[in-house]
C-alpha cells in the first residue's frame, strides 16, 4: 500500500477516512479475499486501522446492504397509489373495535378505512403500511392481486 492512500484518522472520535485513493484495489480486496467471516482475524489487513473499527466497518457496510436489499423487495410489494385511491372510506359509527396497528380503539365519527378482506383501519395507519407491503397485517389478503383481478 502506498504511503499516501491509507485511511488516516482524522478526529478523536477514532471515523476514518475511508474515501481514500485506492491505487492498488486494496479495499476491495480485503472484502473479496482478505476478510476471514470466522472472527479469527489477529490484525487488520488495512493499515493504521485497528481490528475492531475495521470489524465495526465491514458490519456496518454489511447491514447497510441488507437494508438496501429489503428497501428494492418493498418497493416490489408496495400497494401502488391506484388502489389505495380503491379502498373504501368511511365514517366509523360505534364500535368497541381498535386499529390492529396503532391498537387504539376507534371513535365515532372517525374516518377509516375498510378492506376487501373486510378488516378495518385507521386511514393514518394503513397507509404507510402499504409503502412496504400489499397484504392486509391481519389476514394477508393480498389487495393488489385483488385489485389487479378486478381491473380484468
Known amino acids: 500500500m502506498k504511503g499516501n492512500d491509507r485511511p488516516i484518522k482524522i478526529n478523536p472520535t477514532g471515523k476514518y477516512n475511508l474515501d481514500f485513493i485506492d491505487y492498488n484495489n486494496e479495499w476491495a480486496a480485503v472484502y473479496n479475499n482478505g476478510y476471514r467471516h470466522d472472527g479469527k482475524m ?34 416490489d410489494n408496495k ?5 389505495i385511491g380503491q379502498i373504501k372510506r368511511m365514517k366509523m359509527g ?42 392486509c397485517p391481519n389476514c394477508k389478503f393480498d389487495l393488489k392481486e385483488h385489485f389487479q383481478k378486478e381491473q380484468q
Not at 45 to 74: A, V, W
Not at 79 to 83: A, D, G, K, P, S
Not at 111 to 119: F, G, R, S, V
Request: aromatic share 12%.
Open 42 to 75: 489477529d490484525q487488520c489487513p488495512i493499515y493504521g486501522m485497528s481490528l475492531e473499527t475495521f470489524n465495526r466497518l465491514i458490519t456496518e457496510d454489511l447491514e447497510r446492504f441488507e437494508y438496501q436489499q429489503e428497501e428494492e423487495k418493498n418497493l
Open 79 to 83: 400497494l401502488e397509489q391506484q388502489f
Open 94 to 135: 360505534k364500535s368497541s373495535k381498535s386499529c390492529s396497528i396503532c391498537i387504539k380503539d376507534f371513535i365515532n365519527g372517525e374516518i377509516i378505512m375498510k378492506l376487501p378482506c373486510a378488516h378495518i383501519f385507521h386511514e393514518s395507519c394503513i397507509i404507510p403500511w402499504f409503502q412496504k407491503a400489499s397484504k
